[in-house]
């Protein structure tokens, strides 16, 4: 799917061919079929069984059943992600999503069930370049750790005790570059991201991204996404910018285990 800046193409693209916003559609060719509005059915188990495991996922809300919003995530040097939004993060909730990364055919290559940890806004200079690896360290170094501290208000005494059992601290290793390197610099791209079938709602925004790993008690993976986001432009504002960095939970899921119609 090789989305434009959907927010002036799309409708650029409707009015010089005299189509209305309601025939063009720009949420074609998303994997597993995806649409904007599409119901999604998810089996649960593999959540239940992270959870049972120490991962610091969250099971999905009962109004989690319909694809708010689309994106992909176009990163340097040759990566392509999808994320399909069950909830966007907008009004105050955290964000939850799939993330896909296409394969051959059909199938995907991977899809992972993610949810919102935390955000935080990068309020220095010298943070901001901390989190976006201008500084030759912090995202991108070779681990990461999260500390039960740190997570005292945002999980419940239940979630923390499953997850952290008597220690203080969960460590992650990177799951990108070679192993041995103190630091590899994050992938650096942009994610377009579009909240109705015609692509005139939505956001752009600048990103710089790392995935980091570690094994739950069962074996499972349990991935931590931490993704520094630049907003570039809101339902094609460009004035309303900022910057911010999710910290993202995701379990691997099966697509068996996942219906969209």
Known sequence: MGWKDVFSYVRA????????????????GVPLGARIGSVVQLQVSPIVRAQGAGSLVAMPQPGDTRILALSQLTL????????????????????RFLQVLEGDG????????????????P?????QDAYTGQAGYGLGDQGYTLWREQLADT???ATLAAAFGDADRLDYSRDAGSPGAAFVAPFQGRETRIDD???????????YFMPYVRRLQDGTREYLLITTEIVESVDGDASRRGIHVDFV?????EPERIVVQ
């Open 13 to 28: 693209a409707a009015a010089d061919k005299g189509v209305t916003k309601k025939e063009a559609r720009a949420d074609d």
């Open 76 to 95: 340097q040097p040759d990566t392509a992600l999808y994320r399909l939004y069950l909830a966007t993060g907008d009004a105050d909730a955290k964000e």
């Open 106 to 121: 059909d199938r995907p290559a991977e899809v992972l069930y993610c949810t919102q940890l935390a955000r935080v806004i």
């Open 123 to 127: 309020e220095t200079a010298e943070d």
């Open 155 to 157: 999980l419940d005494d």
């Open 197 to 207: 079938a015609q692509g005139v709602r939505g956001l752009r925004q600048e990103l």
């Open 249 to 253: 939970i995701g379990i691997p899921m």
